[in-house]
């Protein structure tokens, strides 16, 4: 007998016709104000829909996507306190437009390569699903077909493409907008400077989170809707809900997508500059940083907004996307294999969106701490590290209070009523790799410690020594970093078996989701870390309008102090990075299974044999991509920043008066070379880091042809993404801390050690930090969004590598 199709009353989510009546009971005109405020806030909203009879899953959903709402209110609020501080004097707006105007005309030339290659991607992704069909899906019952789920595919991979598109543009627009009052502060309030500068840095962090859960949750949302009015039977619905997170990922390869041409176009812009600037003004001509007289400097700065803000942003929004997708599939895929009840289903899946949402309240309670005495310091200037990390502390603590307390609450299933607790210590592991990870970083990138020393020292005996210090300090800075991801990984693995959660066979399945609790573990404070990240940029914009606008030496002592601090929280943001992105591979990789598995109509991925040479071949092919990649990225910088020292050096050569401060150079001309560069660079090496997983899919599946063996594209692309990100990992830490030990050297040998600016010394820790430029803000930074893109792009074009 065929279930009855729900009445209208239930479609609209009422289960019983008596609660109708509460409708009716609603007069919006008899609420006073409080009333409203109530009701759209998200425990109002909660009461509501339970009252009207919703699913707990759009209730618990729905507060997460109220609390993103005001999120993103609350940002603009803070934007706003930002906007209206005094921009300066008229030759700081002048140098500040400049830069805007210079960003602005990027940004919108590299999108619109962006946009149009979107586009094509989306097309093929849904040409794949409609060809393909859904395997799984119509065996069981799923109302979701080839066709639908080409169009769920595409449309999402267009909507993460978008936010993180947006979350880039933020990013930078604050940061455009924040630089000259930063340098505005700084001339009468050291403590007003320090804060304009982490506040325009949480608001673009702040953006991120706010985007990705506001996406994840409306997606959700539309699938859950579509089921739920297509499909008759709730309990089926409810059977087969761990399925939706897998419906979501081409949200997060569409925001990998974009972070990596956006990181790639703004890596390549900001180094080329910087490199050219650098060794034109520096080492040829002994003119200071940020010099006016210097034709690259405007290039230079602008590179600071379109790659470490816009960029950056992109990068660090589709990083915690990946992550709560993956931590999504696996909890969905455990509940189901435990057979928990339904409300257990949502709270495990759901669990991620949750930590974010503590993360968001943590960290903006922390920025609050960022503080100092105001007025400007006459004798001695607070370290802005210090200053940040009162904030970091406060946000810490009410992060570890806070994951326990949701874990109590959504991972606390009634036939394992200690799971919660080991839960929680897989999160606290997380907390502590993050803490470890960003104090391993600052030892290896700060030039208070024995590496960046030992760079600066070599500095004195020539180029060539300067070069092999940092290559070295670069090298072993992968050793311990390593060593707490093993640890952290295996921990987390060990305590999430013990919370005793068992498969039908009775075997115990805690242990990967336990890893994808220590991931969220780093996350519960990611908003206050990736403050500290943006915080540099706008700082080094800051001092560079201070420079040219021509302010008194105190001043450029205060932006000079930040900018070192910003070089340290730019590199423990990316050392933050590389572990995060280490932990959401490894939770990706198994995700990818999962994907295979559930699209499989008859055989399983159960395990992988890598001594079977196309296994192996497919991972040795993965390992070598992350070296071509850094190679064609690092490159990149280098033809743009020829082109940028040979037009510096014409104008030089041509106008006299240039260096001579009686003529203006025509900074114009670098932008534009600069512009040019980073759209024509940064096409080669995206394309071969989307491009290669699918390729090799499509040869193996015509080696297939004639082998004959189960699912051997998929295991080879298991391979592909195993050695790969083993190989990423490693790259990418290497070229951060080599980058950043490579920069502050040469900031500790401009504090006036070892002979201070203009010395031999000093020249020689220019070629070093020349070096590391690209190294630490082109290829390390690209390597984050490869490593995850490859994992995204493969889960979402799981149909090429099943037969």
């Not at 004195?460 to 940092?470: L, M, V």
């Not at 601090?565 to 198994?590: E, H, I, P, Q």
């Not at 743009?640 to 037009?647: L, P």
Request: glycine share 10%; net charge negative; charged share 15%.
């Amino acid at each position: 007998m065929l279930p009855q199709k729900k009445p209208q009353y239930e479609l609209l989510g009422v289960q019983n016709p008596e609660k109708e009546q509460f409708i009716n009971f609603i007069q919006f005109d008899h609420l006073d104000i409080k009333g409203i405020i109530f009701l759209i806030s998200p425990l109002g909203t909660c009461i509501l829909l339970q009252i009207l009879g919703f699913s707990y899953l759009i209730q618990f959903i729905s507060t997460v996507l109220h609390i993103s709402i005001i999120t993103i209110i609350f940002a603009t609020c803070i934007l706003d306190q930002i906007l209206r501080h005094d921009e300066g004097t008229k030759e700081m707006k002048r140098i500040a437009q400049s830069i805007e105007e210079g960003s602005e005309g990027f940004f919108k030339a590299q999108y619109g390569t962006i946009i149009n290659l979107s586009l094509i991607f989306a097309l093929l992704i849904f040409l794949v699903y409609w060809q393909k069909g859904t395997g799984d899906l119509e065996k069981d019952e799923i109302p979701v077909g080839g066709l639908m789920i080409g169009l769920l595919e595409g449309g999402s991979f267009l909507f993460g493409a978008f936010c993180s598109g947006f979350a880039g543009f933020a990013g930078m627009w604050v940061s455009i907008k924040a630089n000259s009052r930063v340098a505005s502060a700084a001339r009468t309030c050291y403590n007003t400077a320090i804060q304009l500068s982490f506040r325009g840095g949480y608001f673009a962090a702040v953006i991120n989170v706010a985007l990705a859960i506001f996406g994840i949750s409306v997606l959700f949302i539309v699938i859950y809707v579509y089921c739920y009015i297509t499909i008759t039977d709730q309990q089926k619905l409810d059977e087969q809900i761990n399925k939706i997170p897998l419906l979501l990922i081409g949200y997060g390869f569409g925001a990998s997508f974009v972070a990596m041409f956006a990181q790639l176009g703004g890596g390549i812009y900001t180094k080329a500059a910087d490199v050219g600037a650098d060794l034109i003004g520096k080492i040829e001509n002994d003119i200071p940083e940020d010099d006016p007289r210097n034709p690259a400097v405007i290039a230079d700065l602008v590179g600071d907004n379109v790659g470490d803000c816009a960029g950056q942003s992109a990068d660090l929004f589709e990083s915690i996307t990946a992550e709560i997708l993956s931590a999504m599939i696996l909890g969905g895929t455990l509940t189901h294999e435990a057979n928990l009840h339904i409300n257990y289903k949502v709270t495990f899946m759901l669990f991620p969106l949750v930590v974010h949402c503590l993360d968001i309240i943590s960290s903006t309670i922390g920025m609050y701490f960022v503080r100092t005495q105001p007025g400007i310091p006459t004798k001695y200037i607070e370290d802005p590290l210090c200053i940040m990390k009162k904030g970091y502390k406060i946000a810490m603590i009410i992060g570890f209070f806070g994951f326990f307390f949701i874990c109590h609450h959504c991972l606390n299933p009634l036939q394992h009523k200690d799971a919660w607790l080991y839960f929680g210590m897989c999160g606290l592991i997380g907390i502590i790799i993050s803490y470890l990870f960003i104090e391993v970083t600052q030892y290896y990138t700060d030039y208070h410690y024995e590496p960046v020393k030992s760079i600066a020292q070599a500095s004195k005996t020539g180029h060539a020594t300067n070069i092999i210090a940092g290559l070295s300090v670069g090298m072993e800075s992968t050793g311990i970093p390593i060593l707490i991801i093993s640890v952290g990984v295996l921990g987390a693995y060990y305590l999430g078996e013990q919370s005793g959660i068992r498969n039908r066979q009775g075997e115990l399945i805690g242990g990967l989701f336990g890893t994808a609790i220590a991931t969220m573990g780093m996350f519960c404070t990611g908003v206050y870390i990736l403050s500290m990240a943006a915080f540099g940029p706008i700082v080094d914009n800051a001092g560079g309008i201070v420079e040219m606008s021509g302010c008194d030496e105190s001043v450029r002592q205060i932006t000079d102090r930040l900018d070192a601090v910003g070089n340290v929280t730019k590199a423990n943001a990316k050392g933050y990075s590389v572990g995060s992105a280490s932990l959401a591979s490894f939770l990706l990789f198994r995700a990818f299974i999962d994907e295979v598995n559930f699209l499989s109509p008859t055989k399983k991925i159960l395990e992988i044999d890598i001594t079977q040479p196309e296994i192996f071949i497919s991972g040795l092919i993965g390992a070598c991509t992350v070296f071509v990649f850094s190679s064609w990225a690092m490159r990149a910088v280098g033809n743009a920043a020829q082109d940028v020292i040979k037009e510096v050096r014409r104008q030089f050569r041509e106008n006299e008066g240039i260096l001579q401060g009686t003529a203006q150079p025509n900074y114009k001309q670098c932008v534009e070379i600069v512009t040019k560069a980073g759209l024509r660079e940064m096409i080669k090496p995206g394309l071969l880091s989307v491009l290669t997983p699918l390729i090799l899919g499509i040869i193996l599946r015509a080696i297939n042809v004639v082998r004959m063996q189960e699912l051997l594209p998929a295991k080879a692309i298991c391979a592909f993404l195993m050695f790969s990100t083993c190989t990423g990992i490693l790259q990418a830490l290497f070229l951060n801390n080599a980058g950043g030990a490579w920069d502050n050297s040469k900031k500790y040998i401009e504090t006036g050690e070892l002979g201070g600016k203009g010395s031999d010394a000093h020249k020689a820790a220019v070629t070093g930090d020349t070096v590391g430029d690209p190294c630490k803000d082109t290829a390390g930074p690209s390597i984050h969004i490869l490593i995850k893109l490859y994992s995204t792009i493969t889960i979402v074009m799981v149909p090429l590598f099943v037969d």
